[in-house]
């Protein structure tokens, strides 16, 4: 076999690769966020899944989002509930927020992270790739 046959056989082999490749689906991914309004009470069902998956206080992530939404929130069992209607579109803009700014790893983009506080600073701990990183807020 000649070594101008070869290559193209490469290439061949190469272009189908390239078009059989499917899009990288990472394996940490949020849940829908389960809306129900109830007169001007907005309630997030599903709040208990969400630090579960990402691995943080409860209390945290629902002070992230009274916060966020400037209007008082509180735990009722497995779901939260937020004073006026809020859209499922909003919830899910600031848990993507959330995780970026207190989950995934800055250096890896893992969520496989840990908070840990140090002196009254709070650090984001990689377990994947050992990082460590500053956050700038108070709701690790």
């Known amino acids: ?3 101008s046959e070869y290559e ?4 061949n082999i190469q272009s189908h690769i390239s078009k059989n490749k499917r899009k990288v689906t990472t394996r940490f991914e949020l849940p829908l966020v389960d809306i129900m309004w109830e007169g001007q009470k907005t309630f997030l069902r599903n709040f208990a ?9 409860p209390s945290k992530i629902l ?4 916060k966020e939404f400037a209007v008082p ?3 009722i069992g497995d779901q939260a509930m937020f004073a006026g209607k809020r859209d499922p ?3 899910t803009r600031l848990f993507q927020i959330y995780v970026k700014d207190y989950v995934e790893c800055q250096t890896c983009k893992s969520p496989d992270t ?7 600073i709070s650090f984001l701990i990689c377990e994947a790739c050992g990082a460590k ?3 700038k807020s108070k709701y690790a």
């Open 114 to 120: 840990k908070i840990e506080k140090e002196n009254r």
């Open 49 to 57: 899944e969400f630090p579960k998956i990402l691995r943080r206080d």
């Open 1 to 3: 076999m000649e070594l």
């Open 89 to 91: 579109e909003d919830f």
């Open 63 to 66: 002070q992230y989002l009274s």
């Open 8 to 11: 193209s056989l490469l290439q």
């Open 73 to 75: 929130a509180e735990r």
């Open 133 to 135: 990183s500053t956050i």
